[in-house]
């Protein structure tokens, strides 16, 4: 996984609350082969309305969503991790988000940003016309116009985050540890490994 | 002295690489089992990552989910296309990440092709004392042979394949003691739907059982595949028997076991895997043998058990409320009514299969039952599928296809079919099914479906009489020795 230190650009202005899964990625799409291509299908119950945010070509290709209350609430499928980075969506601001989609989306790199109502509003002002700044070294989304907004983060997530680390990353970091096991297993039980015909 | 330990503690500790505070523990996975359905985006999520199969040796890759049990290749030997777009890919899928990650496969026209849960034992690739996982919850299966084998998501599939380990913490342990004799006709399958009857579908949540008592000792190592298989329908992630002479006379010589001095090594060391004298289970289940009977279902869950002598249940009956309103339910999904006598529902459908009864047993023992006899008229389809092409195999040497066919029966390629409605092997709305699968759930079979779970030797009693049936009133004490 890419470390995560800063995402700059536009920004989807959706500052709609309540965004559930199904509105992200439909179920029809978990019978899919591959976490990637979901984009796709991303958000297909907003895009039906005519002047959605994702249709909007100012819009095309942003890093950011800024959405209301209770982001992500529904199921608990990863697939709607997999279809906003499919979008190339990297970091969401909102008031809330549901407590499987932080994880699914930390899981996959996703940065969740929770900034109070006012931020959002005033981010979702600057968005419309300018890009977006999000520091996750100092904790802090900025605008080009002096707009400065400190947020909280759980320090183990932003560990990972800053050094790339997925949970298999982290372990991979105890590869000596597994490699040790192994060799000393692999002579207590040399018959371990399948006689492969 | 060191504190006497369950087999299930020693299986633990020899796989335990690091231990956090929190007593989450890094565990070392020996066995990984990988089929079509919940392995593409894990595959995917290394080829994104850059990261390589840590250790592919451990790792074999078999599809079964989704495959049809028609034939696979036509007059010619040519590949027959398989019309589900989905599946299709999902199989394409794993028939390219297999050979790219260097992982052993078994393709769908592959003698040795099967369900993962009856291509492992039989290829000797689940052995005693290994941790054994599966993108699958009937993983649990392996545990006949000794293995502590639990099912596992695509995102931990993914951690497997790139670390060999997983993150877990140790769970708790429950004794299930059965011991005396079965009775005539009753088998492995209405011992382990008995036991489900009595702890509940969410019993064994959180613990890891071991099978003990003389009855399981007597038992065949197909019968505690089937038994073990069901670990996970009463809620465990894991069902543990120790090994034995059985257990080792069961592996020797299978194409993937230890042979020479390995074995030796290997028989030397499965040895001391037991449970110690006066170790501590959180909880103990005792049934005795004598009092199964061949046991049936009438409701969406595995819990939902009753003799094949007795009626439906009434839903007043159950004292929990909650059960109440479930069993309500179930009965109005089934189309049953309270006190209705379980032998005067008509059945439909008949399915011998599934990775808890395709194994040459099973087959042995339905087709004890068929032969000379006929599927009853009212019978629209009674499928046989056996659990690999090895078993397909053997049961075609021992004539046991032509006995299938002969009394009306479809004879198939392996795979899951009609366990789970995934695949073209669907029971229509509103029929029932006697199926010898694992699962009852609503829809599980197909939309609609209504399964009743039994052994092989009653869905054979079942297809004979087109209604459930006891099977004990077919067939003399000789014919039943082979259940
Ligand atoms: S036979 Fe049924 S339970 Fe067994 S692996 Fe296949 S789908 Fe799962």
């Known amino acids: ?197 | 002295m060191t504190h006497p330990t369950t087999l299930y503690e020693k299986i633990w500790n020899a796989h335990v690489i690091d231990r956090r505070d929190d007593g989450t523990c890094l565990i070392y996975i020996d066995r990984h089992l990988v089929h079509e359905v919940t392995s593409p985006q894990a595959f995917e999520g290394l080829r994104l990552a850059g990261r390589p199969v840590r250790r592919p040796d451990l790792t074999l890759a078999v599809p079964d989910h989704n495959l049809p049990t028609t034939a696979r290749v036509d007059a010619a030997g040519h590949r027959l296309p398989i019309a589900d777009k989905e599946s299709a890919q999902q199989l394409a899928a794993l028939e390219a990440n297999a050979p790219s990650f260097g992982i052993k496969y078994f393709g769908a026209t592959a003698a040795e092709q099967g369900i993962v849960h009856v291509v492992g034992p039989e290829q000797g690739f689940t052995l005693p004392g290994t941790t054994l996982v599966c993108g699958d919850s009937h993983t649990a299966a392996h545990g006949a042979l000794g293995a502590l084998a639990f099912g596992i998501g695509t995102s931990e599939v993914e951690h497997v394949l790139a670390t060999q380990t997983l993150l877990l913490k140790q769970s708790k342990s429950m004794e299930i003691r059965v011991d005396g004799t079965l009775g005539f006709g009753v088998t492995p399958k209405d011992v382990v739907l008995a036991i489900i009857g009595k702890t509940g579908a969410a019993g064994g949540t959180g613990y890891v059982l071991e099978y003990r008592g003389d009855t399981f000792r007597n038992m065949s190592i197909e019968g505690r595949l089937t038994v073990a298989n069901m670990a996970i329908e009463g809620g465990a992630r894991s069902g543990l028997f120790a090994p034995d002479e059985k257990t080792f006379e069961y592996l020797k010589g299978r194409p993937m076991a230890p042979q020479g001095a390995d074995w030796d090594a290997a028989v030397a060391y499965w040895r001391t895997l037991h449970t110690d004298e006066g170790a501590h289970f959180d909880r103990t289940v005792t049934l005795a043998a004598s009092d199964i009977a061949p046991t049936v279902t009438w409701g969406t869950s595995p819990e939902d058990v009753v003799a094949i002598t007795g009626v439906v249940p009434d839903p007043e009956s159950f004292e929990d409320a909650s059960k109440r309103v479930a069993a309500a339910k179930s009965l109005d999904y089934m189309g049953l009514r309270a006190g209705q006598r379980m032998q005067d529902i008509a059945i439909q459908h008949i399915f011998i299969g599934s990775c808890t009864n395709s194994r040459i047993e099973d087959l042995r023992a339905a087709a004890s039952v068929v032969r000379g006899r006929h599927i009853a008229g009212s019978i629209k389809q009674a499928l046989v599928v056996p659990g690999s092409g090895l078993v397909k195999r053997q049961a075609e040497s021992e004539g046991l296809d032509r006995i299938f066919i002969e009394a009306g029966f479809e004879w198939r390629e392996p795979g899951c079919s009609a366990c789970l409605g995934m695949n073209p092997d669907k029971v229509p709305a509103g029929e029932h099914c006697a199926s010898t699968s694992n699962r009852n759930f609503m829809g599980r079979q197909g939309p609609g479906s209504r399964t009743h779970l039994v052994s092989p030797l009653m869905a054979a009693a079942a297809a004979v009489e087109g209604r459930l049936a006891d099977v004990r009133d077919m067939m003399t004490e000789e014919k039943a020795g082979v259940a």
């Open chain 1, 1 to 197: 996984m890419d470390a995560v230190h800063h995402i700059e650009g536009r920004a989807y202005p959706l500052g709609l609350k309540n965004v559930d899964t199904d509105m992200i990625i439909a179920a029809e799409w978990l019978k899919t082969i591959s976490r990637t291509g979901l984009g796709k299908g991303a958000f297909a119950a907003l895009r039906t309305a005519p002047d959605n945010v994702f249709d909007d070509p100012t819009y095309a290709g942003s890093p950011i969503v800024i959405a209301g209350d209770n982001f992500g609430c529904g199921s608990s499928r990863e697939h709607a991790a997999w279809a906003m980075l499919d979008m190339g969506i990297t970091a969401v601001i909102a008031p809330s988000f549901s407590d499987i989609f932080s994880g699914n989306a930390f899981k996959n790199g996703i940065l969740t940003v929770i900034l109070p109502q006012d931020a959002i509003d005033r981010l979702i002002e600057v968005a419309k016309t300018d890009a977006i700044h999000i520091d996750l070294d100092s904790q802090t989304v900025t605008t080009p116009f002096q707009d400065r907004f400190t947020f909280e983060i759980d320090a183990f997530r932003k560990h990972c985050l800053t050094n790339g680390l997925d949970e298999i990353g982290l372990t991979l970091g105890q590869s000596d540890k597994i490699g040790v096991f192994e060799q000393s297993d692999g002579a207590a039980r040399p018959w371990l490994v399948p006689a492969h015909a």
